[in-house]
């Protein structure tokens, strides 16, 4: 199975953000706790350029405290400061905030050397869909102003928001790479919902899932754990690859119907029932 998935509604929103680059000081990349890597778009460094830029990690109650500390480690020791945060329940927004007023204050200082006036510092929320942008927007401002909504493509348009005197937000349109040559970045886009239901087969995904987070614990059992599996669907998941595991449990569940099924195992792990499963550990 191939995963494309780009809109058009995705390609009309990342030339109108290329314009608007023009106009921004700071630039908040949020990607998902859950594939960090993943969710990492490689035009980011370019569309960054010199602007000041700060790394958000969302859906941090997706993973482990203890996965989240190895994550942090693993990008500071890259030089990289990240921002943990659960956009939903507001957790890590102080912080970020925080930040962000911070890179407004480095900017107006280099304003006043040059002799012009203090501006409110432009920052722009850039990531693949489904993220979590809006909601940390939201957040950020202390009340709904943006649609938030657990699923792709509900934002497509650019809007400015003022979060206060000192701090003008830019919601985007989640923006994904023209085409995703990394096929298993794709899979994990598609089991985390960060990607359009129509560009993927929910059987395929759904077992590749169960494949995956199998390889992850044998890698490191420390860091995550299929219990959750086992215990919500009363099947040993380490007796059987991911698709032959996906038509037991249906024929036990859903009397072999393997498509209801399928998306009940993705909502279930894309809910957080079946417990804190990431998809990707930090490379060693």
Known sequence: MKIHWYPGHIAKAERALKEQLKRVDVVLEVRDARIPLATHHPQMLNWVGSKARILVINRMDMISPRLREEWESWFEARGESVYFTNAEHGHGINALADAVQSAGVQLNQRRFDRGMLPRPVRAVVIGFPNVGKSALINRLLGRKVVDSARRAGVTR?????RISDQI????TPGVIPTRINNQ??????????DIGEAAYDNQVVAAAMVDLLLGLEATDDTLIS????????????LSSNGENYLHEVAK??????VERMARQMLNDFRT????QLPLELPPI
């Open 272 to 275: 957080g029932v079946l417990g």
């Open 157 to 161: 348009s650019l809007r400015w928001v």
């Open 252 to 257: 036990e569940r859903h009397q072999g119907d």
């Open 168 to 171: 003008e937000l830019l919601d």
């Open 184 to 193: 298993d970045n794709a899979l994990k886009l598609a089991i985390c919902e």
């Open 226 to 237: 299929v219990s959750g599996f086992k215990s919500r669907y009363k099947l040993d998941a």
